[in-house]
């Protein structure tokens, strides 16, 4: 079972950066044994993906909109998932979610919401142009 829970979210210029973190209580197995990602959902618009990360850290995947932009992490003492965010634009305005994937694997990544089992509440950003 995984509770997680974002934060770092907020209103913030064009161009400039934001730093996402999610909290992960988890119990029954280890936190480094999930697969993590993040996603993102605008307002009328699907719920996509924006960054995935594996259980290692050392495998990681970035949607083509965010590439060399955003930079996924994750640090498995503290049970803690990062999303460093910079050079933001008014297109990545949206509710943030950070998620964990059960599947196991060091290296494992996922790019689709369905195969993530839980999810956090979300965390808004907003980018004013």
């Known amino acids: 079972q995984v509770q997680l829970v974002e934060s770092g979210g907020g209103l913030v210029q064009a161009g400039g950066s934001l730093r996402l973190s999610c909290a992960a209580s988890?119990?029954?197995?280890?936190?480094?044994?999930?697969?993590m990602g993040w996603f993102r959902q605008a307002p009328g618009k699907e719920r996509e993906f924006v960054a995935t990360?594996?259980?290692?850290?050392?495998?990681?995947y970035y949607a083509d909109s965010v590439m060399g932009r955003f930079t996924i992490s994750r640090d498995n003492a503290k049970n803690t998932l990062l999303l460093q965010m910079n050079s933001l634009k008014p297109e990545d305005t949206a509710v943030y979610y950070c998620?964990?994937?059960?599947?196991?694997?060091?290296?494992?990544?996922?790019?689709?919401?369905?195969?993530?089992?839980?999810w956090g509440q979300g965390t808004q950003v907003t980018v004013s142009s």
């Open positions: 998620a964990a994937n059960p599947v196991y694997g060091s290296d494992y990544v996922s790019l689709g919401p369905d195969e993530y089992d839980y």
């Open positions: 988890v119990s029954g197995r280890t936190f480094s044994t999930y697969c």
């Open positions: 990360i594996s259980g290692s850290g050392g495998n990681t």
